[in-house]
């Protein structure tokens, strides 16, 4: 990916009303992974800082409620959200890139 700017959504997928989401967002020039299966939010934070206007590498997993991702050949960050639901329910539509401005609340609220 290539961003222009330090903070934005690169992908998001929720439940409309309810817990359960995932969503990559860029916040102050780290990859953010945060998803919650419905018992908790599993945060992931790179350790790697991109540059604007500049091509990375992203790789992303997850697994029921263990994640991972790597930011342009960095070690794997691991980490997981907590125990008591594994999967994800999800209804609103994907979105890469960003999201709508009547969303925008609710993904910074997640």
Same mark, same amino acid.
Do not use: C
């Given at each position: 990916?290539?961003? +222009? #700017?330090?903070? &934005?959504? =690169?992908l998001?997928n929720g439940?409309?009303?309810?817990?359960d989401f995932?969503?990559?967002?860029?916040?102050s020039?780290?990859? #953010? =992974?945060?998803? !919650?299966t419905? +018992? &908790?939010?599993?945060?992931?934070?790179?350790? *790697?800082?991109?540059e604007?206007?500049?091509?990375?590498q992203?790789?992303?997993?997850? !697994?029921?409620?263990?994640g991972?991702?790597? *930011? /342009?050949? #960095? +070690?794997?960050v !691991?980490?997981?959200?907590?125990?008591?639901? /594994?999967? =994800? !329910?999800? /209804?609103? @539509?994907?979105?890469?890139?960003?999201?709508?401005d009547e969303?925008?609340? @609710?993904?910074?609220e997640?």
């Amino acid at each position: 990916f290539r961003a +222009s #700017e330090l903070n &934005g959504v =690169l992908l998001f997928n929720g439940q409309n009303g309810k817990k359960d989401f995932i969503s990559l967002t860029l916040v102050s020039g780290y990859v #953010e =992974l945060r998803f !919650n299966t419905g +018992s &908790g939010t599993g945060t992931l934070t790179s350790k *790697v800082r991109i540059e604007p206007g500049k091509w990375h590498q992203l790789i992303v997993t997850r !697994n029921r409620r263990t994640g991972m991702l790597s *930011v /342009d050949g #960095e +070690s794997h960050v !691991n980490g997981e959200s907590p125990p008591g639901t /594994d999967g =994800l !329910n999800l /209804d609103t @539509d994907l979105f890469i890139g960003g999201v709508p401005d009547e969303l925008q609340q @609710d993904v910074k609220e997640r």
